[in-house]
């Protein structure tokens, strides 16, 4: 991965300096291959010199704690989800941080998993945001036509 991105980016990065390679594999990397690959092409990106350091990585410092939030049971995985966004009121990158994911793989589960009254809510709110925002641009547009209407039936009076 690490000569893909140099590669990639014309770098020549020759590695990963030993806190940074301890951290890699204590990881637990709940966004698979991608998250990793991700964060190799940006530290790859980051780098000062020809080793990658800590300052570069974009990791937490220890891995996913097992415990409260933790994601391990599908059964489960609901739950603990709607948990983890009532701890963190509704925020979604709080929440990610919380579970030990990334936000698009929370949004992913959440996607996948009917979640109720919650997940009602929150596509009831979507669709109002957009239809409001339609809503503004039709009125602006039917503004817009009457102005330039009104202007030139005065043009055209004189």
């Not at 415990?67 to 599908?74: A, M, T």
């Not at 669709?127 to 009457?146: A, K, P, R």
Request: charge should be positive; aromatic fraction near 10%; charged fraction near 25%.
């Amino acid at each position: 991965m690490l000569d893909a991105a140099n590669q990639e980016f014309s770098r020549k990065v020759k590695g990963f300096d030993r806190e940074v390679q301890k951290r890699l594999k204590s990881y637990s990397w709940p966004g698979n291959i991608r998250e990793l690959r991700m964060v190799v092409r940006r530290a790859t990106l980051l780098a000062k010199d020809d080793w990658i350091t800590t300052g570069e990585i974009d990791i937490p410092d220890k891995g996913r704690q097992p415990g409260e939030y933790s994601l391990n049971d599908e059964r489960t995985e609901r739950a603990i989800i709607l948990k983890a966004l009532e701890a963190t009121g509704n925020d979604r990158k709080a929440a990610a941080r919380l579970l030990g994911i990334s936000r698009s793989t929370l949004y992913l589960k959440l996607k996948k998993v009917p979640f109720g009254l919650e997940y009602v809510r929150y596509t009831v709110f979507l669709c109002t945001y957009h239809f409001q925002m339609f809503l503004i641009n039709l009125l602006s547009v039917v503004y817009i036509f009457i102005l330039s209407s009104t202007t030139l039936l005065l043009i055209s009076v004189r």
